[in-house]
Nanobody, 126 residues
Framework: QVQLVESGGGLVQAGGSLRLSCTAS????????MGWFRQAPGKEREFVAA????????YYADSLKGRFTISRDNAKNTLFLQMNSLKPEDTAVYYC???????????????????WGQGTQVTVSS
């Protein structure tokens, strides 16, 4: 098993930036495909980005390409999400997720991930 803890959320003005972190403990971090999802009030949880075990492959929601960057540091068991040019519609709880076997065609699906963090709130003011 792996335990995931997100951090780095907060309140930011529109146009600002935040860097989220997700620290993993338990089994070997590098064995996991990692993802970021978000859930806004009253909406379903949605895919943000995912990254392969060695960081070589990254995947993004089309609407977020160019503003968000996912990365990982396997030596520090940490996943990152750099968010730039934030908009009020980016306000949500952001979750990191992990699993050992996620097909490339399934990285955006919630059910592909068996491990989830508790989330970190990101609020973007206009």
């Amino acid at each position: 098993q792996v335990q995931l803890v997100e951090s780095g959320g907060g309140l930011v003005q529109a146009g600002g930036s935040l860097r989220l972190s997700c620290t993993a403990s338990g089994r070997t971090f590098s064995a996991y495909v990692m993802g970021w999802f978000r859930q806004a009030p009253g909406k379903e949880r949605e895919f943000v980005a995912a990254i392969g075990w060695n960081g070589g492959n990254t995947y993004y929601a089309d609407s977020l390409k160019g503003r968000f960057t996912i990365s990982r540091d396997n030596a520090k068991n940490t996943l990152f999400l750099q968010m730039n040019s934030l908009k009020p519609e980016d306000t949500a709880v952001y979750y990191c997720a992990a699993d050992t076997s996620v097909a490339r065609t399934s990285v955006a699906r919630l059910e592909s991930y068996g491990y989830w963090g508790q989330g970190t709130q990101v609020t973007v003011s206009s």
